[in-house]
C-alpha cells in the first residue's frame, strides 16, 4: 500500500500535506523506517532544548513530540474504530487543549523515547493486522470520511513534517 493509491476522497484535504510528507513507499515500511530514524533525531537533541520556544506563543520541542504521541494514538484510535467497521462519528480532538495537559516540560529525553517506541510498536502491530479490505474502510472524523489507509500515511507524514519544523525552527 502506497499514499499515491489513497484517493483524495479518502481524507479531509487538511491532511493532503501530511499524506504529500509521508512519502510514497509501502506504509508499513515506512512506520517502520521512522522509529530507528527518529529516536536518533529526539536522542541528538540536547536536553537543555526540550522546553525551548523560538517565539512565546509557539509549542516548546517537549510539547511538539508530545503532540506527536497524542496525535499518532488518536489516529490509530481512529483507525481502529473504522477497520472495525465501527460506523459510529468521530469528533476531532483540540490540540491545543492537549498540550498544557500534557505537562511535556516535566519530562526527560528518555522517557519522551520510551513513550515514542511503545506508540509506534502499538501502531505496527494494530496495522500489521489490517489486509486490503480493512485498509480500504472509512468512517467520518471530525466530519470528514477518512480511510484507514489514509490513517496511517497521516501518522507517517505528520511525523516527518513536524521533525522538519523542529529541524528549521528550533534546532538551528
Known sequence: M????????????????YIAAA???????????????FIDFIESI?????NYRYQ?????VAEVLVHLFDAER???YRALRFARNDNTPLTGFEQDDYVPASEASKRSKASLISEYQSIRESTLTLFETFDSEKLKRSGQASGSNMSVRALG???????NHHQQILKERYLV
Do not use: C, M
Open 46 to 50: 540536547p536536553e537543555d532544548r526540550l
Open 153 to 159: 500515511f497521516v501518522i507517517v507524514g505528520h511525523q
Open 23 to 37: 512519502g510514497d513507499g509501502n506504509l508499513l515500511d515506512l512506520l517502520k523506517e521512522g522509529v530507528a530514524s
Open 74 to 76: 488518536v489516529f490509530q
Open 56 to 60: 512565546d506563543s509557539k509549542w516548546t
Open 2 to 17: 502506497r499514499a499515491s493509491e489513497v484517493g483524495e476522497g479518502e481524507y479531509n484535504p487538511y491532511y493532503k500535506g
